[in-house]
């Protein structure tokens, strides 16, 4: 497996020759201008992106070199830059946005998704609370739910089978989905629950349950939830 390392490049400087197949890099360094804005600049100095900082910067702007384009994903929404270009990202497109990036880059992942086996591929699916659980841990404390979907290894029959998502706080209990997860009669995969945002956040010690609520008249085999959490 290929290391992943943070490399800070002057522009006089060549560029390592030591980065193999499958690496992958952070090229640049952090710099603070008069201004008090916080810039990302890269090996060749060309490429800046400005993560704001200081009370004359409220918005996050990016700067394409010019060769090539910048195009940047997040939650809040997508933006490309053509090249030798600038732009100001949207408010939903925040700075943590951009830092979130780059440490995905150096293996700090944003987003955790957990596989919940609640039964075994030969067994039949059965209704009830608490087929499966897990514990939310201190590096997820205010991360939330983003995504909740299922799969059963053998279809079932006659109407749909139907799973709920709650979560455990302090002793008291939420569904965290204001829509059920729903895998279709004769189907195997499932239409993803519909996050209720009022409760969708987790906390440290955070107990979360899968429930199933409802089952096909002939019972599908083999039952895994999978969570999609993210900061």
Do not use: H
Not at 193 to 219: H, K, R, Y
């Amino acid at each position: 497996m290929a290391d992943l390392r943070a490399v800070a490049v002057p522009a006089t400087q060549a560029f390592p020759t030591d980065i193999g197949d499958g690496d992958r890099i952070l090229v640049g360094a952090l710099g603070r201008d008069t201004g008090g804005v916080v810039d990302l600049y890269t090996d060749d100095n060309s490429t800046t992106i400005t993560i704001g900082g200081g009370s004359s910067q409220t918005s996050t702007t990016i700067k394409a070199g010019a060769t090539a384009d910048i195009v940047l994903m997040s939650r809040g929404g997508s933006v490309t830059v053509s090249e030798d270009g600038q732009t100001s990202l949207a408010a939903g497109f925040a700075a943590t946005s951009l830092i979130g990036a780059i440490n995905e880059v150096l293996g700090e992942s944003g987003s955790i998704s957990s596989n919940l086996i609640c039964f075994p591929a030969i067994s039949d699916v059965g209704t009830g609370d608490a087929a499966n659980f897990m514990a939310i841990p201190l590096k997820m404390s205010g991360w939330v739910l983003t995504r909740a979907t299922a799969q059963v290894v053998t279809a079932g029959e006659t109407n749909p089978t139907e799973i709920q998502v709650r979560r455990r706080r302090s002793g008291s209990d939420v569904d965290m989905l204001s829509g059920k997860v729903s895998i279709a009669s004769l189907g195997t995969i499932a239409t993803p629950g519909t996050i209720d945002t009022g409760n969708d956040d987790v906390q440290t010690d955070d107990m979360i349950f899968i429930d199933i609520d409802a089952v096909s008249s002939t019972p599908p085999k083999g039952l895994t939830v999978v969570l999609e959490f993210a900061k």
